[in-house]
C-alpha cells in the first residue's frame, strides 16, 4: 500500500508537540495506532516503524515523548493536553 508521511506540529494551548504523521493515500477511513518511542527517543528505526504500520492500512503517528516543562519536570496537564491533540489529529484524518 503507497503512504504519505510528514512531519506535522501539534498545537495545544500552551504547547506545541513535534510528530510525524503516516497515512495511506488512497484515501478511505482507516483505523489509528500511535506508535510510542523506545528509550532511545524518537530515531529513524521509529519513524521506519510508524510508515510500516500505515503500510499496512492504518494512520500512524509518532508524537515525542516525554513531556517536560521549561522546568524541565514532568507536567500532568501538558502530557493530559498533548494526548488530546494528538486525538483530535487522528479523528480529523479517520
Known amino acids: 500500500m503507497n ?22 493515500t488512497d484515501g478511505g477511513i482507516y ?6 518511542q523506545e528509550i ?4 529513524e ?5 510508524t510508515s510500516r ?7 500512524a503517528i509518532r508524537r515525542s515523548l ?5 522546568r524541565s519536570s514532568y507536567n500532568k496537564n501538558v502530557a493530559q493536553q498533548a494526548w488530546q491533540e494528538t486525538l483530535k489529529l487522528f ?3 479517520l
Open 66 to 70: 516525554p513531556l517536560r516543562d521549561r
Open 31 to 36: 483505523p489509528g495506532v500511535v506508535v510510542v
Open 91 to 93: 479523528e480529523s484524518k
Open 3 to 24: 503512504i504519505t508521511t510528514k512531519s506535522v506540529i501539534l498545537n495545544g494551548e500552551n504547547i506545541r508537540i513535534p510528530a510525524f504523521l503516516a497515512t495511506p
Open 40 to 43: 532511545f527517543g524518537v530515531n
Open 53 to 59: 504500520i500505515a503500510k499496512e492500512g492504518y494512520v
Open 45 to 49: 528505526h521509529i519513524r521506519d516503524v
